[in-house]
């Protein structure tokens, strides 16, 4: 399985940006999927997750409100939209699938596969 993370840049606080995450090599549309972020120094974290079908979401306290987690099973990807953006923000973005534990699933350590992470800086 390979996930590759893509859509990252530089951007303004107060911008809005979409990251993608191309699945390929097993049922995407089978897996939950969630975003987890790290930023210089600091240990990763989780952002947002989904279920299989995307109808079901749980975010990190930190984005709530301002991101969106979404799932398209049949182009085989998955988004994280992220709006009114903050400094805080600033991390490498890296998306995630897991084919375990139904529902949205927060520790990345039940997660399967990982993709390559998409840098995302946010400037005053």
């Known amino acids: 399985v390979q996930l590759q993370a893509s859509g990252g840049g530089l951007l303004r606080a107060g911008d809005s940006l979409r990251l993608s995450c191309a699945a390929s090599g097993r049922a995407f549309s089978s897996s939950g999927m969630g975003w987890f972020r790290q930023a210089p120094g600091k240990e990763r974290e989780f952002v947002a997750a989904c279920n299989w079908s995307g109808g079901s979401t749980y975010y990190a306290d930190s984005v709530k409100g301002r991101f969106t987690i979404s799932k398209d099973n049949a182009k085989n990807t998955g988004y994280l939209q992220m709006n009114s953006l903050k400094l805080e923000d600033t991390a490498v973005y890296y998306c995630?699938?897991?084919?375990?534990?139904?529902?949205?699933?927060?520790?990345?350590?039940?997660?399967?596969?990982w993709g390559q992470g998409t840098l995302v800086t946010v400037s005053s």
């Open positions: 995630a699938a897991s084919w375990g534990p139904s529902g949205t699933v927060v520790s990345g350590t039940l997660y399967d596969y």
